[in-house]
């Protein structure tokens, strides 16, 4: 009973292991390519986030400054964005993924 209090009271799910065993092989047989392209083009279109937490007593750092240095280093580098053409770069995505050619 202690154990359902504790589950309620963090807003945690408290199901039998068989239960979420059943549960989540119905899940995964329900997905398909599509569904997992869907949600992986989703995720990836997003904006990465940014969380910082500034300590207490410690300076205050200029937000935007931040920012632009975030964005620099995340944006995508030249030379690799112009190299994405070349047969190297095919070879190095086939030998980096185990998903088959054509899918």
């Known amino acids: 009973m202690s154990q359902r209090m504790r589950s309620l009271q963090n807003q945690v799910v408290d199901i039998a292991p068989e239960q979420y065993q059943k549960l989540r092989q119905e899940f995964l047989n329900s997905l398909t390519v599509d569904m997992l392209n869907q949600y992986l083009r989703q995720q990836l279109s997003q904006d990465m986030a940014l969380v910082l937490q500034q300590p ?19 944006a995508p580098n030249p030379a690799a964005t112009a ?3 070349s047969a ?7 030998e980096a993924s185990d998903i088959p050619p054509g899918q």
């Open 83 to 85: 190299a994405s053409g």
């Open 88 to 94: 190297d770069t095919v070879d190095a995505h086939s």
């Open 56 to 74: 207490k007593g410690e300076p205050e750092y200029n937000m935007k400054e931040l920012q632009a240095t975030w964005e620099k280093l995340m």
